[in-house]
């Protein structure tokens, strides 16, 4: 049945008042990526330096440091799974969510126990529906993380490390998030953070952590004071922290960047079904008119022939 034409009206503007919705999304989204963006593009010379400095240690001082340590069994592994705490981000929260479960798959499927830990409300809520239970979940930050919500989720999952696998510790850590490229590119990427892998300071050849590259240039002889070790105790959590930190800003960035794509395509969709909507309710007005025209001349000539 063909609707009429308060029908095509009303749900014209019903259309119009959403689009209003998600254009103001779509702005308030573009707004938003940007300073994301240069956060996370801000801290990447200290990251740099860091990464420069761990390198430097685990080079000239030859010290086997638990957190890069490998465990010779793999008994349980951690997996951190970074999403997002809202919706109307397109498919970045599907994305994220299939990558780690195809990780965990792969993990269970070698034998290896999963402890998941998350970031976001979405990945916590898309686990929870499953049935998958989760170990420990943080949200609240997801738009704009800072390095004390990176410490607290770092701690965590170094004590978990740190501790013994028959004391139900973990022998690995896996983070799963969303490395930013661009506004209309982004990539789910899977990184196994500990233990960690320091590369030699001399071959620059080599990533020292997740989307940062090794400086150029070979670092000169260190002496260490106090020691070596105890220089390496300081480092190397100020590493890990720092690298969750680059990950959530990442993530974050790309959250910004996947709601400002979906609002954009919401948008462009509304106005091309306001349009249709609008030839629709010509044509019923159309019609209304002809149907009354044609009962005008009916009338008038019923009332000629009588």
Known sequence: MAATL??????????AATMKITKAMELIAASRVNRAELKAQ????????LHRAVSAVATYAQVD???????HTHQRSAVLVISS?????????????????????LLESRGVEIELYTVGKKAMEYFAFREIPVAQSWFGFGEAPHYEH???????????????????GVSELHVVYTQF????????????????????????????????????????????????????????????????KFMLRQAAASELAS???????????????????TRQANQARQAEITQEINEIVGGAGALSAS
């Open 6 to 15: 308060r029908e095509l009206r009303e749900r014209r503007s019903s259309v």
């Open 42 to 49: 801000s801290a990447r010379a200290y990251t740099l330096e």
């Open 65 to 71: 440091h638990p957190l890069t340590r490998e465990h």
């Open 85 to 105: 705490d809202r919706g109307l981000a397109g498919a970045y929260p599907g994305n994220v969510t299939r990558a780690a479960e195809g990780l965990i798959d």
């Open 150 to 168: 990176a410490r607290e989720v770092g701690q965590v999952l170094m004590q978990r490390f740190l501790k013994h696998q028959e004391q139900g």
């Open 181 to 244: 490229n661009s506004l209309v590119s982004q990539q789910v990427r899977i990184v196994r953070l500990l233990p960690l892998e320091v590369v030699d300071a001399d071959s620059g050849e080599e990533e020292l952590g997740p989307d940062i590259a090794a400086p150029e240039g070979i670092a000169p002889d260190y002496t260490f004071e106090p020691d070596a070790e105890t220089v390496l105790d300081a480092l190397l959590p100020m590493y890990i922290i720092d690298s969750i």
């Open 259 to 277: 709601r400002q794509q979906a609002m954009h395509s919401a948008t462009d969709n509304a106005q091309e079904l306001i349009r249709e909507l």
